[in-house]
T-cell receptor, first 116, second 112 residues
Framework: DAGVTQSPTHLIKTRGQQVTLRCSPK?????VSWYQQALGQGPQFIFQ???????QRGNFPDRFSGHQFPNYSSELNVNALLLGDSALYLC???????????????FGPGTRLLVL | RKEVEQDPGPFNVPEGATVAFNCTYS??????FFWYRQDCRKEPKLLMS???SGNEDGRFTAQLNRASQYISLLIRDSKLSDSATYLC?????????????FGAGTRLAVHP
């Protein structure tokens, strides 16, 4: 059973460019969340997708956008890259619980983005 | 003020030691609480959920005090393999599948 996968693993871009990161959720999961983790910090919630729609959003500018496909995979797009966008971008998948049992999020290995 | 605050450490302890991490959160409406573990350059992994009644998993014990908005993690008989960053996590919603708010993490280094 494959876990959460992300691509690419590493990426180098220059200021002003645009980037697309990809995520495939764990089998059986229908919800994808994206997080940004700067060096020495905890992950920060960017947004969450369910049924191909953005359901929740953190405090990130509109330069950060996303998409979820019918197969539940997801993309994170960042436009007009800034130096401060350099971080580890983590994708997490989960599914709405079918009963009262608490579900958790499973994280992928992340994409390391460096903006020069 | 950060939503979740942790002592960044590092905590340097010998094998076999008992170590305790503390965490406070600012949103009194928070519904779910967790400890995640993150190894160097790896993704976070759920260590355990935290309940008001307290819960234990082997050498790990977690406690939640809603009145004080305080979460703790106790690790007994530390192993070298416990060396990692421990992230305190809260969610404004019930269920761990929803938005997670992370602290900056506390680094633990266990030495021989």
């Amino acid at each position: 059973d494959a876990g959460v996968t992300q691509s690419p693993t590493h990426l180098i871009k220059t200021r002003g460019q645009q980037v697309t990161l990809r995520c495939s959720p764990k089998s059986g999961h229908d919800t994808v969340s994206w997080y940004q983790q700067a060096l020495g910090q905890g992950p920060q919630f960017i947004f969450q997708y369910y049924e191909e729609e953005e359901r929740q959003r953190g405090n990130f500018p509109d330069r950060f956008s996303g998409h979820q496909f019918p197969n539940y995979s997801s993309e994170l797009n960042v436009n007009a890259l800034l130096l401060g966008d350099s971080a580890l971008y983590l994708c997490a998948s989960s599914r709405l619980p079918m009963d009262s049992k608490e579900e958790t999020q499973y994280f992928g290995p992340g994409t390391r983005l460096l903006v020069l | 003020r950060k939503e979740v605050e942790q002592d960044p450490g590092p905590f340097n302890v010998p094998e076999g030691a008992t170590v305790a991490f503390n965490c406070t959160y600012s949103n009194s409406a928070s519904q779910s609480f967790f400890w995640y573990r993150q190894d160097c350059r790896k993704e976070p992994k759920l260590l355990m959920s935290v309940y008001s009644s307290g819960n234990e998993d082997g050498r790990f014990t977690a406690q939640l005090n809603r009145a004080s908005q305080y979460i703790s993690l106790l690790i007994r008989d530390s192993k070298l393999s416990d060396s990692a960053t421990y992230l305190c996590v809260v969610s404004p919603f019930s269920g761990g599948y929803n938005k997670l708010i992370f602290g900056a993490g506390t680094r633990l280094a266990v030495h021989p």
